[in-house]
């Protein structure tokens, strides 16, 4: 899940402008793996070693199901960070494996297997470029994870497609996409709307160079039912969390303040359909 950057970053070097992949690529490495002690002091107990939690907002797999049965499945976590949904998913009776591009988030994956007892497969590598056969896994999924960090998350949505069964699933949660609408901001000021929901634009930290250290991508619902469409998806449902009473915990952006008033997360369930058999009866 993606860490808020600091609002005096945001006065002194952040910018909206298009980035490439490779700048996409090298950022989202180079900041995660500086961020990942912070990250995970800071989440790391929400979090858990042994949880799948979908959002801040605190919804957890074990009680939304949106997987289906996993015992006996073989699951990819995409941009996993410390894995603890693969780890879940494995104690689940999953054949779960963890990737993540950042280093230092898989650091840490290893340290919370030396702490839970319980260890998956862990792979470095670009959600851009899978490192895996086709049609190898019956479900991807990512909380937060590769698709607001990559330039063409389009092509992310093809290579999930490339690796999945016939019929398999493919389950991602980001940012709702109309809190690009609003500051980050977990008070009042989050509350105004002062951006245009239609500029697609990323948001681009930059050092003193001009050389981006901080991207995510911004598309609009319709953007990313496209995307799925594109890939050859069918979308199943969008969950929109609701903030839980009492709920008190404020994550960057997310807060009771604004999640009583609009969704700080959606949740995509797509399904990649079987083809139809070549016998089967024609109508």
């Known amino acids: 899940m993606i860490e808020t950057p600091s609002p005096e970053a945001r006065e002194t070097s952040v910018v909206r402008r298009p980035v490439t992949d490779a700048e996409s690529r090298v950022a989202s490495r180079g900041w995660w793996d500086l961020d990942a002690d912070d990250y995970q002091a800071e989440h790391g107990a929400f979090l858990g070693d042994l ?5 801040p907002e605190g919804l957890r797999e074990a009680d939304a199901r949106l997987l289906g049965e996993v015992r006996g499945k073989k699951i990819l976590e995409l941009g996993a960070g410390a894995a603890s949904g693969a780890r879940w998913l494995h104690g689940q009776g999953a054949d779960a494996v963890a990737m993540d591009l950042s280093a230092g988030m898989l650091r840490h994956a290893r340290q919370a297997a030396r702490r839970s007892g319980v260890r998956v497969p862990l792979v470095q590598g670009d959600a851009l470029a899978l490192p895996f056969a086709n049609g190898v896994f019956d479900v991807v999924c990512t909380a937060f994870g590769a698709i607001p ?9 093809r290579e999930v497609a490339r690796v999945l069964r016939p019929g398999g699933s493919w389950v991602f949660s980001i940012t709702h996409p109309m809190r690009w609408i609003f500051w980050d901001e977990p008070d009042e000021q989050g509350l105004v709307a002062r951006n245009s929901y239609f500029d697609r634009r990323p948001y681009v930290e930059a050092d003193e160079r001009g050389v981006p250290t901080y991207v995510e991508q911004h598309r609009t619902v319709g953007d990313r039912i496209r995307e799925l469409v594109a890939a050859g998806f069918v979308l199943r449902d969008l969950i929109e969390p609701e903030w839980p009473a009492g709920h008190d915990q404020i994550w960057g952006q997310w807060s009771p303040l604004r999640g009583r008033l609009f969704p700080g997360t959606a949740i995509f369930v797509a399904d990649l359909p079987a083809p139809t058999p070549s016998n089967a009866p024609r109508h």
């Open 51 to 55: 949880d799948f939690v979908w959002c």
């Open 149 to 157: 960090f990559v330039a063409d998350s389009g092509a992310a949505m």
